[in-house]
């Protein structure tokens, strides 16, 4: 087994390169793979072209997702991915700029296990984000996925 991936589905490249270097600096060794929007990061997780070897594009052991991105959304990504849990018991940590107070709900509803709006400050957000991967890779996630059963 080799080092854990994170994978961030993120649009804005100038958040997405933020936290690339923010999860390797609070993870060293940690495989951070970006997918720019919500089409490429389903992509991603469901193994299909470009992404179906699983050898070079490995099953993020954490996914770090915005939720305001233009065609594929974030909910979009999370309905996908409830549909085939607990086949994918992958933790979705939501990192977003939104600011409507239903979003929190609706997007741990359909399954995000944390909710975090992105800090205006870029040092906020770097703290943000090693706090993110400090909690959830590796994690024991029996308590906060739905069981395979």
């Known amino acids: 087994m080799g080092d854990p991936t994170l994978l961030v589905v993120e649009d804005a490249r100038d958040h997405a390169l933020l936290v690339r270097v923010a999860a390797r600096r609070a993870m060293p060794g940690l495989d951070v793979r970006v997918a720019g929007d919500g089409r490429e990061g389903i992509a991603y997780l469901a193994g299909t072209p470009p992404f179906a070897d699983r050898r070079s594009h490995p099953v993020p052991d954490l996914v770090i997702l915005d939720l305001l991105m233009p065609e594929v959304d974030g909910f979009e990504v999370l309905q996908w991915m409830l ?35 992105k800090p205006g400050n870029l040092d906020q957000l770097s703290e943000v984000v090693e706090g993110i991967v400090q909690e959830w890779v590796g994690r024991d996630l029996s308590s906060v996925l739905p069981s395979a059963g």
Do not use: C, K, W
Request: charged share 30%; no cysteine.
């Open 83 to 117: 549909e085939r849990r607990p086949a994918q018991r992958i933790p979705i940590v939501v990192l977003t700029s939104s600011e409507h107070a239903d979003h929190e709900n609706r997007a741990r509803g359909l399954g995000a296990v944390a909710f975090y709006r």
